[in-house]
């Protein structure tokens, strides 16, 4: 992992300002004489920037994202807790931890740190810009932020707009957190338990009732307890409790909620998605139910110079993460 330190006073689109600005990165492959070969990678709501660890079977030596041939880069979205800074970084006007003073950020916020970081890398233009679930969000608005600057767009599992559905998750998972009896102590370990709530909520919009039926149902019929389903959940919610801060989460699901291509630009999302000019790969999963196909399906029918395909999965909005063979084929070919 790298860092970049920007230490001039950073404005964010609600006009609050950071005094400085660390963004942690990860790089693959080397940058070509003709600086044409760049693949940036956004992430989505808990990952980081190791885009190969969990972008597996689509990064990587010999897979379709090849750091023999691009350059590929992924980085830290802002307010996350993998080294770029969020409510875990100190203030400096208070010598403290942020905590629950950080201030609200949106997608062009994450987007503008990332064009920054873009211009410490002396990158003129990006090949493809890619990116799933939230990851899609910053694509999108990146690619109306710098059209110049992207030249192609690959958007899977995502949207123009957070939908209510979104909201209305995220806001149920933000109940969760502020449930927890600890939330908004000056502390790292504030919220775990509402975040571990959270996490289990959230999972049930990126799974669906076919997989979990297929995957966790229990076989012993005279079972009383410790079902295998709440096992998972339990699991699942410990994992990101053990990665992961509350306090970000709980600001990144806000950031979500502010997901609106149109704002500021247009009466309409449709407006907007029909000045982006780049030829656009959009991928839906067919069981998706947090960012279903009629969400690319719309996106489709408005990009001018777009492809649309479907992947028949069963996992879910997890589909994007999971099926790779499926991605790989459909890039491939549209490449």
Known sequence: MK??????????????????????YHTYGTLNDTKNNVI???????????????????????LIFDPEKHF???ANILASTYGTTGPLSINTATGHPYYNT???????DMVQANMLLRQHLQIEHIYLLAGGSMGGYQAMEWAVMEKDTIQNLFLIATSPTESAWGIAVHAAQRLAIEADVTWNEP???????????????????YRNYS?????????????????????YINYQGNKLVNRFNAYSYWILTKAMDSH????????TVEEVLQQIHQPT??????????????EQEHMAENIPNSTFVIIDSPYGHDGFIVEVKEITAIVKRWL
Do not use: M
């Not at 338990?193 to 919009?205: C, E, N, P, T």
């Not at 609106?260 to 009466?267: F, I, S, Y």
């Not at 790969?281 to 009629?294: F, K, T, W």
């Open 102 to 108: 950080f201030p609200f950020i949106t997608i062009r």
């Open 40 to 62: 940036w990678i956004c992430h989505a709501l808990t990952a980081n920037s190791d885009v190969a660890d969990w972008w597996k079977g689509i990064v990587g030596k010999g």
């Open 72 to 74: 590929i880069v992924c």
């Open 187 to 205: 502390h790292a370990h504030a919220g775990l338990r509402g975040l571990k709530a959270a996490r289990a909520i959230g999972l049930l919009s």
């Open 281 to 294: 790969l959009i991928i839906g999963i067919s069981s998706d139910i947090l960012c279903p196909v009629i």
């Open 260 to 267: 609106h291509l149109a704002r500021g630009r247009a009466k």
């Open 3 to 24: 860092q970049f330190h920007y230490e001039t006073p950073f404005t964010l689109e609600t006009g609050d300002i950071l005094p400085s600005l660390t963004i942690s």
């Open 211 to 231: 997989i979990l039926k297929e995957k966790q149902s229990d076989t012993d019929t005279d079972k009383l307890d410790d079902y295998k389903a709440a096992s």
